[in-house]
C-alpha cells in the first residue's frame, strides 16, 4: 500500500521567514495530494492540494510543488505569520474513493 | 450551518463498555469516512462507505462495526473498549475523490 513519509517533524521559523515542509510517497499510481492545516484542539482543514497532471500551484502564501518522478511533492509558505502556527499533514490518494494516506505532520511554530 | 458533525463531542468510559459515535453531513456528498488520530497526532483512517457501500476497510479490530443508514450518516459503533483505543476519532465526507471535509472529532478516553 501507499506510504507517506514527511519531514521535518518539527519546524521553528520567525515571523516573516519562509518555511518548507517536505513529503514523498510511495505508490506511483498516486495522483491527489492534498495539505491539511490542524490546529491545537481542532479538526485538519484542508489549505491547498495539487492532482499529478500539475507541477505546482498557488494560493497567496502558500504554494505546493510536485515531482511525480522522484515521488515527492512540497508545502511553501512565505512571509509566516505566528497564526500560521499547526501542525501540518500531507497525504496521497489514488483517483478512486480518495482514500487519503497522511504523513506523520509537521509542528510549525512561528515566532512573532 | 452545512459541515460535517459529530456527537458526542468527549467521550469517557471504562474497559468492556461499548459505545457509539454518529456522524452527519448536510453537504450532499456521497462517501463518509472514519479517520483515527492517535496521541502522537498521526490520522489514518479506519472505513469508508460510497452511497452506503463499504469501500475500504483497513486493519482495524473487528470490535470496530460502521454502520450507514443513508448516505448523510455514518456511524462507528466500538465493542469491548480496550485502553488503547483512546484517540480523536474524526468522521469526513467527500464527493467521491474531492477534498475530504472533516467533523470536529470525538474524543475517546478509556479508563
Known amino acids: 500500500g501507499e506510504n507517506v513519509e514527511q519531514h521535518p517533524s518539527t519546524l521553528s521559523v520567525q515571523e516573516g521567514d519562509s518555511a518548507v515542509i517536505k513529503c514523498t510517497y510511495s505508490d506511483s499510481a498516486s495522483n491527489y495530494f492534498p495539505w491539511y492545516k490542524q490546529e491545537l484542539g481542532k479538526r485538519p482543514q484542508l489549505i491547498i492540494d495539487?492532482?499529478?497532471?500539475?507541477g505546482e500551484k498557488k494560493d497567496q502564501r502558500i504554494a505546493v510543488t510536485l515531482n511525480k518522478t522522484a515521488k515527492h511533492f512540497s508545502l511553501h509558505i512565505t512571509e509566516t505569520q505566528p497564526e500560521d502556527s499547526a501542525v501540518y499533514f500531507c497525504?496521497?490518494?489514488?483517483?478512486?474513493?480518495?482514500?487519503?494516506?497522511f504523513g506523520q505532520g509537521t509542528i510549525l511554530t512561528v515566532h512573532p | 450551518d452545512t459541515a460535517v458533525s459529530q456527537t458526542p463531542k468527549y467521550l469517557v468510559t471504562q474497559m468492556g463498555n461499548d459505545k457509539s459515535i454518529k456522524c452527519e453531513q448536510n453537504l450532499g456528498h456521497d462517501t463518509m469516512y472514519w479517520y483515527k488520530q492517535d496521541s502522537k497526532k498521526f490520522l489514518k483512517i479506519m472505513f469508508s462507505y460510497n452511497n452506503k457501500e463499504l469501500i475500504i476497510n483497513e486493519t482495524v479490530p473487528n470490535r470496530f462495526s460502521p454502520k450507514s443508514p443513508d448516505k448523510a450518516h455514518l456511524n462507528l459503533h466500538i465493542n469491548s473498549l480496550e485502553l488503547g483505543d483512546s484517540a480523536v476519532y474524526f468522521c469526513?465526507?467527500?464527493?467521491?475523490?474531492?477534498?475530504?471535509?472533516f467533523g470536529p472529532g470525538t474524543r475517546l478516553t478509556v479508563l
Open positions: 495539487i492532482r499529478s497532471n500539475v
Open positions: 497525504a496521497a490518494s489514488k483517483t478512486s474513493y480518495g482514500k487519503l494516506t
Open positions: 469526513a465526507s467527500s464527493l467521491t475523490d474531492d477534498e475530504q471535509f
